[in-house]
């Protein structure tokens, strides 16, 4: 069976299908955002409708879920998982939000993914770290719990975020695909959500020439005191200790 057959491609926020997954958005079914809005920044949730309405290709839905301002507030030096995601013990109101977006998700989810084969998204330690990806996982890896869907997650991690990653490791049977990355549509889609002005990454970023697609089914065995997980790809990040609102952060790491 096709790794293709009754896809879909499931990812936190506009820009992270490019960033992480752009092998495949050409090929699934379906790509599937989950927030849109950003509540200290209206412009952004504007600024990712309209770059919607213009995005290149029309397989697209969302779920237009308001993000719970989690991002950076949980501990990634030492990251303990949770129900929700991540364990965020530094701030009560983003707990609270992102604790509640985890059943908006699940409800809303459980919903989109009837009868799907093949469902790609973040992997369990968040790419470079962010804990609505982490969050994003778990609710469809307990989706597949119930519905034996196909799990595929993306090999990308970072300097924050590998501790987390390190649980990961499986013995010698991790299965995944390397396949190529789509730079020309990463970047033409890119062109368009910064013409919105909801480009939340970094500005010169180079896309990977490779990405590996990885089968959830027997990646976590902590059991074990070796093995690996699969080709990496590793970036490095500067996050503030006090982050500025989303659409600054990365253009703050520009001017380093």
């Known amino acids: 069976m096709s790794i293709y057959q009754k896809s879909i491609a499931v990812v936190a926020h506009p820009d992270d299908e490019i960033l992480w997954l752009s092998s495949i958005l050409d090929k699934v079914d379906h790509i599937l955002f989950c927030f849109i809005n950003y509540p200290p920044?209206?412009?952004?949730?504007?600024?990712?409708?309209?770059?919607?309405?213009?995005?290149?290709?029309?397989?697209?839905?969302?779920?237009?879920?308001?993000?719970?301002?989690?991002?950076?507030?949980?501990?990634?030096?030492?990251?303990?998982?949770?129900?929700?995601g991540l364990e965020i013990s530094s701030n009560k109101a983003a707990a609270k939000r992102y604790a509640n977006n985890y059943y908006t998700l699940h409800e809303r989810l459980s919903e989109r993914l009837k009868g799907v084969d093949n469902v790609?998204?973040?992997?369990?330690?968040?790419?470079?770290?962010?804990?609505?990806?982490?969050?994003?996982?778990?609710?469809?890896?307990?989706?597949?719990?119930?519905?034996?869907?196909n799990l595929w997650f993306t090999n990308y991690c970072g300097n924050r975020s590998y501790r987390l990653m390190l649980k990961y490791i499986s013995s010698?049977?991790?299965?995944?695909?390397?396949?190529?990355?789509?730079?020309?549509?990463?970047?033409?889609?890119?062109?368009?959500?910064?013409?919105?002005?909801?480009?939340?990454w970094y500005g010169g970023y180079q896309w990977?020439?490779?990405?590996?697609?990885?089968?959830?089914?027997d990646i976590l065995n902590s059991n074990k005191e070796f093995g690996y997980i699969s080709p990496i790809n590793f970036i490095k990040t500067r996050i503030p200790d006090k982050p500025n609102l989303l659409k600054k952060i990365f253009d703050h790491f520009e001017k380093k």
């Open 120 to 149: 790609f998204t973040h992997n369990p330690w968040g790419e470079y770290g962010h804990e609505d990806h982490v969050q994003v996982y778990r609710v469809i890896k307990d989706i597949q719990n119930q519905y034996g869907f």
């Open 208 to 217: 990977f020439k490779e990405e590996c697609l990885i089968n959830d089914a």
């Open 41 to 84: 920044q209206s412009f952004l949730g504007a600024g990712r409708h309209a770059a919607i309405s213009e995005y290149p290709l029309r397989n697209i839905s969302l779920l237009d879920i308001d993000e719970a301002v989690s991002f950076n507030v949980a501990n990634w030096n030492k990251p303990i998982e949770s129900e929700y």
């Open 172 to 200: 010698f049977n991790t299965n995944y695909h390397t396949l190529q990355t789509n730079i020309d549509l990463a970047k033409k889609i890119a062109d368009v959500y910064k013409k919105h002005d909801c480009w939340t």
